[in-house]
């Protein structure tokens, strides 16, 4: 059963960084590609950014260009994104994703929650 179990959110000031964490199992983690996605209040799910499974390669949406990075640890199975230059705007659920920007698949899991407010 693939699991994606997300933490690492939280409350924090305009300017701000924050890291999130996805812990994966029940899968291959090292032979797919995997993905960010958020949903605002309100609003649908939106992709954020992708890595390939082996050389790393990243995309990126243009509303955070230049302000998330993405990565992961093969080893540790686990996917990363770094959050710096926080906005307003950032503020919602966020998950991880099996897959690439077109093609990425929710698990299901919990999501953590970022809130950008001063």
């Known amino acids: 059963e693939v699991q994606l179990v997300e933490s690492g959110g939280g409350l924090v000031q305009p300017g701000g960084s924050l890291r999130l964490s996805c812990a994966a199992s029940?899968?291959?983690?090292?032979?797919?590609?995997m993905s960010w996605v958020r949903q605002a209040p309100g609003k649908g799910l939106e992709w954020v950014s992708s890595?390939?499974?082996?050389?790393?390669?990243?995309t990126y949406a243009d509303s955070v260009k230049g302000r998330f990075t993405i990565s992961r640890d093969n080893a540790k199975n686990t996917l990363y994104l770094q959050m710096n230059s926080l906005k307003p705007e950032d503020t919602a659920i966020y998950y991880c994703?099996?897959?690439?920007?077109?093609?990425?698949?929710?698990?299901g899991g919990q999501g953590t929650q970022v809130t950008v407010s001063s």
């Open positions: 890595i390939t499974s082996r050389s790393g390669l990243a």
């Open positions: 994703a099996n897959g690439g920007p077109q093609t990425w698949t929710r698990s």
């Open positions: 029940g899968f291959t983690f090292s032979s797919v590609a």
